[in-house]
T-cell receptor, first 115, second 113 residues
Framework: EAEVAQSPRYKITEKSQAVAFWCDPI?????LYWYRQILGQGPELLVQ????????DSQLPKDRFSAERLKGVDSTLKIQPAELGDSAMYLC?????????????FGEGSRLTVL | AQTVTQSQPEMSVQEAETVTLSCTYD???????LFWYKQPPSRQMILVIR??????QNATENRFSVNFQKAAKSFSLKISDSQLGDAAMYFC??????????FGEGTQLTVNP
């Protein structure tokens, strides 16, 4: 069964360091999302891609976060410099734009701890 | 702006019993979808059930069903014959135009044997 792949699963870093997360969506899924989930809370959208284009990045802290999906397939989310408040689970999800609305397929997430 | 509110941070149910999780939402759009997602411990989130706003009939998926009250903007999830494997964090979610999905804060469900 096709799955959304994310790496790394766990990342521990010191504040002010750079960190990157990678996501490979399910083949054929045009829409890709990055969510941030603080422990005990609901996921918060950081950025949404439609193919290689950014559809919504209104909640992305652009002074330190960047995201790209250059060929419209896999995606990278970068944080530089990392801050203590960035400690969270970073979830990637993909879906079929325009069909099966809202049925997102999530990866297992990348848990970031900033020391 | 869209909002989703889950007022029950934690719920518990005895195995084989029925439990209802509450959700309210707010949106100015007329075309939207509502969902319940399940996030088991240390596992990825999966879709439980979906409801299209234009449909009056409540969605059902095996032991899972919803009570969709459009005028009240309420969308509760009923789990019948609860099983140990139902223990998880449950998120209510709202999708509006542009495929933007907004999640609630979640309800942690414990199933007691």
């Amino acid at each position: 069964e096709a799955e959304v792949a994310q790496s790394p699963r766990y990342k521990i870093t010191e504040k002010s360091q750079a960190v990157a997360f990678w996501c490979d969506p399910i083949s054929g899924h045009a829409t890709l999302y990055w969510y941030r989930q603080i422990l005990g809370q609901g996921p918060e959208l950081l950025v949404q891609f439609q193919d290689e284009s950014v559809v919504d990045d209104s909640q992305l802290p652009k002074d330190r976060f960047s995201a790209e999906r250059l060929k419209g397939v896999d995606s990278t989310l970068k944080i530089q410099p990392a801050e203590l408040g960035d400690s969270a689970m970073y979830l990637c999800a993909s879906g079929l734009f325009g069909r099966q609305r809202g049925e997102l397929f999530f990866g297992e997430g990348s848990r970031l701890t900033v020391l | 702006a869209q909002t989703v509110t889950q007022s029950q941070p934690e719920m518990s149910v005895q195995e084989a019993e029925t439990v209802t999780l509450s959700c309210t939402y707010d949106t100015s759009e007329s075309d939207y979808y509502l969902f319940w997602y399940k996030q088991p411990p240390s596992r990825q989130m999966i879709l439980v059930i979906r409801q299209e706003a234009y449909k009056q009939q409540n969605a059902t998926e095996n032991r899972f069903s919803v009570n969709f009250q459009k005028a009240a903007k309420s969308f509760s999830l009923k789990i019948s014959d609860s099983q140990l494997g139902d223990a998880a964090m449950y998120f209510c979610a709202l999708e509006t135009s542009g495929s933007r999905l907004t999640f609630g804060e979640g309800t942690q469900l414990t199933v007691n044997p």
